[in-house]
């Protein structure tokens, strides 16, 4: 086969001049050879007209800048394919409608280069607003193309025991009357954000518009919408709810070019719409979750696998914050995720996220612990500590958390989480919690071999996590931690009890005579954090002494006195002064967490049982995954 590109051979020529010399004296030998050379040129032609390919099986169009060759492969009409050879049966007939052929397409390609150079002569005619709405409407398509893609349904998954999600409504009249006192709050809070801030991430509720930090990027994510799903729903809020799911349907969208902490979006986003999941069964609230933690799977993407701080949701590019020390992690923020990515791994019956958080755990149960204890950095890079600080305050706090609530949500199967928890505590104890000179129990934090007697507003959660983790404890000292958790709780309400406002600051001392106290100003804010109302909460629930309400409910009153304004609630920048000026925030968390453990604790104990609920970080409740007789890896919705 000759190829069309390719060289033809030279024709043979075997006329009077070929073979000069030899005309005159021709002999027989000589006759016999020219006969021999005849016969083969003779069958060289016959053969080359049954094998050569005839170009009119291939058609060639003239396109002006480039040429096409279309192979024509055309068995119906009479011809036969063999093997990429073509047969014709009716030449010359069929010559004739390949040229009409070619010429129509000739035609139809000239009419569409001038149908698309008119349309460009009237796009250039409009004006450039009229252009920018046209690009506009195309991406908006494109988008809800997009959308449709990604709201494919999720395999469905039986859902665990579903146990308390029902009105909780206490028979006491006077704690009933404080339970709508705490309703009431939560609806002023969501009103005002309602009105002034309605889409952005939280609210200023003085300034009466919208407001954000740099944890939730450049964009408008409704922080406050999704943090306040699950409070709404429980305290019968169901309009607003309904206001809360419809924005989220039609408004919360990921795919924006915005660099976001990767714990603050999973504790209160993904958690939030985890819980409003569960709550309510709308299948909204699941998708949007998975969408998200597809756009922070990328976080994960280090030499060691522990994530980055921070990830840009659009190009997946992460980094951490420059504060941490040498270029690290955050204990408290990579230590953060197991029990959302567990949760996520079971609806969706993709292993991917429970793989990442237990790729953290099993190099953290491979690291050296000086004292036994966590340090608060981690190099991402190398997988080595960085300084040697460790708090159950912040940067720590969480992690210690979600090792218990991991064993507890696994129905106490996760036996390897519950003895790194274990660890973790007894070593915590030896080294970090003291007495005070007055007899207040007080966790410290460990800064490079020395105990600073300091502790934040944020330790304070620890106590509610001691009296949580109080049964199953190691030694069967369920009593112990049950004091422990009492002694912190009783730490945390001095420290409230000794402000002018009786709001806790937030970082208080035992040192130099001082007691639970603040002594620097920048130590002396109130910025409506829940940790010592969640303590509350909890001793309440293992203990029932009136006093946790009682310490409930003096807090209640005094955000309500202090931190009220028309436009919502404000955190106070000094709880010692008698007139306080207002940080003019409401954060997202005061409506997911400080008024939820504040209903909680005015609520019936069936509202929520912890035997088949575990709260993440932010409050929001995730129902234990009862997975008994089986390993996680193992379980059908993992494979
Ligand atoms: C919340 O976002 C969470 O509780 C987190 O774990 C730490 N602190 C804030 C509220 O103070």
Redesign the pocket.
């Known amino acids: 086969l000759l190829p069309l590109s390719g060289r033809r051979l030279p024709p043979l020529n075997l006329g009077a001049s070929a073979f000069p010399h030899h005309r005159a004296t021709l002999r027989l030998s000589e006759k016999f050879i020219l006969l021999l050379i005849l016969s083969a040129f003779i069958t060289l032609c016959f053969g080359a007209f049954f094998f050569l390919p005839d170009s009119s099986k291939h058609k060639r169009f003239d396109l002006g800048l480039e040429d096409v060759l279309i192979p024509h492969v055309d068995t119906s009409k009479g011809g036969k394919n063999l093997g990429g050879f073509l047969i014709h049966g009716q030449g010359g007939h069929d010559e004739h409608r390949h040229r009409e052929e070619e010429e129509r397409l000739r035609n139809k390609i000239r009419a569409d280069h001038e149908k698309a150079l008119e349309e460009a002569k009237e796009k250039l005619k409009k004006s450039r607003d009229e252009i920018q709405a046209e690009i506009q409407t195309e991406k908006n398509k494109v988008m809800q193309e997009l959308k449709k893609k990604d709201s494919k349904p999720l395999p469905p998954v039986p859902l665990p025991n579903l146990i308390g999600i029902n009105s909780g409504e206490p028979a006491d009249p006077d704690i009933r009357e404080k339970r709508n006192k705490v309703k009431e709050m939560m609806k002023h809070a969501w009103d005002n954000y309602r009105q002034y801030g309605w889409g952005h991430n939280e609210l200023k509720p003085i300034a009466r518009k919208g407001h954000s930090t740099n944890i939730f990027g450049n964009s408008q994510m409704g922080a406050t919408i999704v943090d306040a799903l699950d409070t709404l729903y429980i305290m019968g809020l169901h309009d607003e709810f309904r206001e809360g799911q419809e924005w989220i349907d039609k408004n919360l969208d990921f795919s924006v070019n915005s660099e976001v902490s990767v714990f ?1 979006v999973n ?2 986003f993904i958690g939030g719409l985890l819980a409003a999941y569960y709550l309510s069964g709308q299948e909204v609230f699941k998708i949007k979750a998975v969408q998200l933690a597809g756009k922070l799977l990328p976080a994960f993407n280090t030499p060691t696998g522990i994530p980055w701080a921070m990830v840009n949701l659009k190009s997946g590019v992460g980094r951490n914050w420059g504060w941490a020390s040498a270029g690290s992690s955050i204990l408290a923020e990579f230590g ?1 995720l197991h029990m959302e990515f567990v949760h996520l791994s079971y609806l969706t019956g993709d292993p991917v996220y429970y793989n990442k958080v237990m790729h953290i755990r099993k190099l953290l149960q491979k690291m050296d612990r000086p004292n036994g204890l966590y340090p608060n950095y981690l190099n991402p890079r190398t997988g080595r500590w960085g300084q040697h600080h460790t708090s159950v305050g912040g940067l720590g ?2 992690f210690y958390e979600y090792l218990l609530k991991a064993w507890l949500m696994s129905d106490k199967m996760d036996t390897e989480a519950r003895k790194m928890y274990d660890d973790a505590i007894e070593a915590i104890e030896k080294h970090l919690i003291r007495k005070s000179n007055g007899g207040l129990t007080f966790i410290g934090e460990w800064k490079n071999g020395h105990l600073e007697r300091k502790m934040g507003h ?1 330790t304070c ?1 620890a106590g509610g996590m001691f009296a949580l983790g109080a049964d199953g404890s190691r030694d069967d000292k369920a009593g112990h931690y049950l004091q422990l958790g009492a002694e912190i709780a009783h730490t945390c309400h001095e420290s409230y009890d000794r402000t002018t406002l009786k709001l806790g600051p937030e970082a208080f001392k035992f040192d130099g005579g001082v007691e639970a106290v603040a002594v620097r100003q920048n130590e002396k804010y109130y910025i409506l ?3 010592v109302i969640e303590t509350y909460w909890y001793m309440w629930r293992f203990t029932h002494d009136p006093k946790y309400r009682q310490w409930g409910w003096e807090a209640t009153q005094a955000i309500d006195k202090y931190c009220r304004v028309s436009g919502g609630f404000s955190g106070v920048k000094d709880v010692y002064s008698s007139s306080p000026t207002y940080d003019d925030v409401q954060q997202s ?1 005061f409506l997911a ?1 400080t008024l939820k453990y504040l209903y909680l604790l005015f609520s019936n104990d069936d509202l929520l049982p912890l035997d088949n609920w575990v709260f993440n ?3 929001h409740p995730l129902p234990v995954l009862h997975l008994a007789n089986t390993t996680l890896s193992g379980n059908p919705a993992y494979r």
């Open positions: 603050e504790i209160r953060t706090d969480s944020l959660f954090r829940p940790e968390f967490e970080t932010e409050a």
